[in-house]
């Protein structure tokens, strides 16, 4: 089944392609929304990806499983802040105050998580600390797995999750909520960066650890930092995601790795670029299924697929500047 | 895991001692073989049938065994739940020991393949928990004492037709056999009875994100939707429905009987109707097998070793009647023995024989009442037709 002809009551306008219906304007634009607050979470996750590469032009792997913990962590401090207290205000500060807390603890994961299995190889081959992530992203699945089980929990919405009516499409406002953060997040790591003393040692660390160093900045400090705060935006994904998806030991894989696609997309170093990468790949998924026919058994591989294209293509990015080899 | 077998080994070499003593010189004593996971990951599945398989030949022989002088020997093979080693195990029981009839084997998989074998050789089987739709159809030598899925497809898709009304059903359902099979089990039975599948979506297990399946089954706007999945999809499911603003009802599987849907989904379960055990009553044999297999063995059986306990006996009745009648064991005369079985009044309920080997069994439909589901009644299909139980 390729194009499902439409024929219900829902819609009046209706995109035609020689005369066959393909798609209702109501149901193309709830496709668009739901594409929209997926991409939004491949974005959150992908600026952690984006910006430890652009520090230390390495891929941190264990970066989905550092927000799997933060979700954790997340769902534990919401549960005892809430205890039985109804929805109302309350439950939604005992969220924010659970999210920062869990911010924190990732933060200092990630710090941790560098300093004892990152920093020791930073002069060895490019190979090593790469596989000394994927094993440190192994160690967190399966610790989770074996300290809370295999099962699915979940996380209760702290808000009233009743859907809104836009006409014909409807949007939650947990999707308000993820769209919102994640523009939010992006803003705010962008002022940082450009405009802030330590921003502009981070930049500057980027270029150069070397000459950084030698210009007084702390490049050990600077990592520990750029650590810091790709963790805990991992936390604050990873408890957005939970909300829709549950918690899980093995939550953060297949979202971390199409996250690490939507920094690649966007040209991975590149804040913005992650930020559009990930709003691309999610749109992609959602109408490639939606409106272009694929079976939806291959939504996955269009991540991947595009992944392959780009890298063919225009390995640097959409928004990547091209790089040469440093002699 | 080496101890127990080695436990089970020395059970099986004390019960057949006395069985050799018997026999003496009558090299006669009949041998019917059991075969399922004795070790490995599956090994619980295995054992504990292979208890009930131990039991029904340890009583069957205390009466006498076979014209009150010749007792039955049970062999048992470790599939270790693997297809290759349970052909090299059949292999083994039937050229070596000889076996005329066989309890198991215990996995679906195991049972394609070693089903095969036995037709071949012409020794009947009985399992007594293979329940894909198509193990009975490997030929006239393969029965079980455990549902078929198909029946609940077959059930599901009569009941939406006939009982609910629908005429338009949406599926929405997971790429592995159990969801796959019972997806296509429903809409066979309901597009026979003159509905019509409208759209069916798919999705790969481990997807958390139903939303583009949804909004486009929404669209197809069906009166209904069948989601048959395990627990965690169907809690994703019923809460993205929600949040598309959907309110198409539901329909399920045995797999929402399970009740961590109400820990994971909460009140998006209110309004499902679905297709799921039926409701026994205890009978006063079910509770003596229980006692009896709890105080020999420790723990109580499972299902699928109930099962195989009506399996066993059903098997030795056959051969008794053949030995009766014949004063031998011929294969394919227990095999029609098997067959002919009627209205056996076993520890799981009445148990009768299909035209196919299947377990003629009923179904069992629910209605949830926010997170608490209401019986609705029993229910199975004879030659096309739903009939209610009761």
Same mark, same amino acid.
């Given at each position: 089944m390729l194009f499902t002809p439409v024929f219900s009551c829902y819609r009046t306008v209706?995109?035609?392609?020689e005369g066959e219906s393909i798609v209702g304007i109501a149901e193309f634009f709830q496709h668009l929304m739901n594409g929209l607050t997926l991409g939004g979470i491949y974005a959150l996750i992908a600026l952690g990806y984006t910006m430890v590469y652009g520090i230390l032009k390495f891929i941190n792997f264990a970066h989905g499983d550092v927000l799997m913990v933060g979700a954790y962590v997340g769902l534990f401090l919401f549960d005892l802040f809430r205890? @039985?207290?109804?929805l109302g205000l309350w439950t939604i500060i005992a969220f924010f105050i659970a999210m920062i807390i869990s911010m924190a603890f990732s933060a200092l994961l990630g710090m941790f998580i560098e300093r004892v299995a990152y920093k020791p190889l930073r002069k060895a081959t490019r190979l090593a600390p790469l596989l000394s992530a994927i094993g440190v992203s192994f160690i967190l699945s399966n610790s989770a797995a074996w300290m809370f089980g295999t099962h699915s929990r979940k996380f209760n919405y702290p808000f009233d999750n009743t859907p809104l009516h836009l006409g014909d499409v409807v949007i939650t406002p947990h999707q308000v909520l993820i769209l919102v953060v994640s523009l939010a997040m992006m803003i705010i790591l962008k002022l940082f960066i450009d405009r802030t003393r330590m921003g502009k040692a981070m930049r500057a660390t980027s270029l150069d650890q070397g000459t950084a160093m030698l210009m007084g900045i702390n490049v050990?400090?600077?990592? @520990?930092?750029?650590?810091?705060i790709g963790s805990a935006l991992a936390a604050v994904g990873g408890i957005l995601i939970a909300l829709d998806f549950k918690v899980y030991a093995t939550m953060g894989t297949m979202t971390g790795l199409k996250a690490f696609v939507a920094a690649v997309v966007g040209g991975i170093g590149n804040i913005s670029g992650a930020m559009f990468g990930g709003i691309l790949l999610g749109l992609l998924e959602t109408f490639g299924v939606a409106i272009f026919g694929i079976p939806t058994g291959l939504k996955d591989t269009i991540a991947f697929g595009v992944l392959i294209i780009i890298l063919l293509v225009k390995p640097e990015g959409l928004f990547g500047k091209v790089e040469k080899e440093k002699v | 895991m080496k101890k127990s077998l080695f436990v089970l080994l020395a059970i099986l070499a004390v019960l057949s001692f006395p069985a050799f003593a018997q026999g003496g010189g009558e090299s006669a004593s009949p041998k019917i073989g059991f075969m399922g996971p004795m070790s490995g990951d599956y090994a619980n599945y295995g054992v504990l049938s292979n208890n009930s398989a131990m039991l029904a030949v340890e009583q069957f022989n205390a009466k006498g065994g076979f014209g009150g002088k010749l007792p039955v020997v049970l062999v048992t093979e470790d599939s270790e739940g693997r297809v290759e080693k349970g052909l090299s195990s059949i292999e083994k029981l039937s050229s070596s020991d000889?076996?005329?009839g066989l309890i198991g084997p215990v996995l679906t998989g195991t049972s394609f393949a070693v089903g095969e074998r036995v037709q071949n050789e012409g020794i009947v089987m009985i399992s007594p928990s293979a329940t894909h739709a198509d193990i009975t159809n490997i030929g006239d030598y393969v029965f079980r004492t455990v549902v078929s899925d198909?029946?609940?497809?077959?059930?599901?898709?009569?009941?939406?037709?006939?009982?609910?009304?629908?005429?338009t059903i949406g599926v929405l359902y997971a790429k592995n056999d159990y969801s796959q099979g019972l997806y296509e089990g429903m809409s066979a039975a309901f597009e026979a009875a003159g509905g019509k599948v409208t759209i069916a979506e798919a999705f790969n297990v481990g997807d958390k994100d139903f939303k583009t399946q949804l909004t486009r089954i929404r669209s197809a706007n069906p009166q209904a939707i069948y989601i048959p999945n395990y627990?965690?999809?169907?809690?994703?499911?019923?809460?993205?429905?929600?949040?598309?603003?959907?309110?198409?009802?539901?329909?399920?599987?045995?797999?929402?009987?399970?009740?961590?849907?109400y820990k994971l989904a909460g009140e998006f379960t209110n309004g499902v109707i679905y297709v799921g055990?039926?409701?026994?009553?205890?009978?006063?044999?079910?509770?003596?097998?229980?006692?009896?297999?709890?105080?020999?063995?420790?723990?109580?059986p499972d299902s699928f070793a109930t099962n195989a306990y009506d399996g066993t006996n059903i098997l030795l009745a056959a051969m008794d009647k053949v030995y009766k009648a014949s004063g031998k064991f011929d294969r394919k005369a227990i095999r029609d023995a098997v067959a002919a079985t009627k209205d056996y009044p076993g520890v799981s309920g009445i148990v009768n024989f299909a035209e196919n080997g299947d377990l003629v069994a009923y179904q069992g439909l629910y209605k949830v009442n926010k997170t608490t589901p209401e019986y609705l009644g029993t229910f199975t299909v004879v030659d096309g037709k739903l009939v209610q139980i009761d």
């Open positions: 209706q995109f035609s392609y205890g @039985s207290s109804p050990n400090r600077i990592i @520990s930092l750029t650590f810091a | 000889k076996i005329v198909g029946l609940q497809g077959e059930v599901a898709g009569h009941y939406f037709y006939d009982k609910l009304g629908y005429r627990t965690a999809e169907m809690a994703q499911i019923l809460e993205q429905a929600s949040q598309l603003g959907m309110k198409i009802p539901f329909l399920s599987c045995d797999g929402f009987s399970n009740p961590d849907i055990p039926a409701k026994v009553k205890e009978s006063p044999a079910f509770s003596t097998f229980v006692s009896q297999y709890t105080a020999k063995y420790g723990v109580g």
